[in-house]
Nanobody, 116 residues
Framework: QVQLVESGGGLVQPGGSLRLSCAAS????????MGWYRRAPGKQRELVAR???????NYADSVKGRFTISRDNAKNTVYLKMNSPKPEDTAVYYC??????????WGRGTQVTVSS
């Protein structure tokens, strides 16, 4: 059974930092591309960042230069480091795992609220 469990969400001030984690089980983690998506209130889910099994990354334009995705294959974990978050980054953040573009698995999400 595949499980993706996000953690690390919460309240953060604008300009602060936060690190999200997603622990995966039930998959051969090193062979999967991992991603972070988010859904803000009243909006559709959107890609934030994705990292392939070989470590190639891509980011939404809105987070480039502020967020960093990384993975630790030894820990079956993918991270999203959020630097200088803005109020518009407030959303539920979801972890995903896909095998060469197949239909992804999803976590349940973790709430991130950026507010002073």
């Amino acid at each position: 059974q595949v499980q993706l469990v996000e953690s690390g969400g919460g309240l953060v001030q604008p300009g602060g930092s936060l690190r999200l984690s997603c622990a995966a089980s039930g998959i051969i983690f090193s062979t999967y591309a991992m991603g972070w998506y988010r859904r803000a209130p009243g909006k559709q889910r959107e890609l934030v960042a994705r990292i392939t099994n070989l470590g190639a990354t891509n980011y939404a334009d809105s987070v480039k230069g502020r967020f960093t995705i990384s993975r630790d294959n030894a820990k079956n974990t993918v991270y999203l480091k959020m630097n200088s978050p803005k109020p518009e980054d407030t959303a539920v953040y979801y972890c995903s795992a896909d095998y060469y573009g197949s239909s992804p698995y999803w976590g349940r999400g973790t709430q991130v609220t950026v507010s002073s």
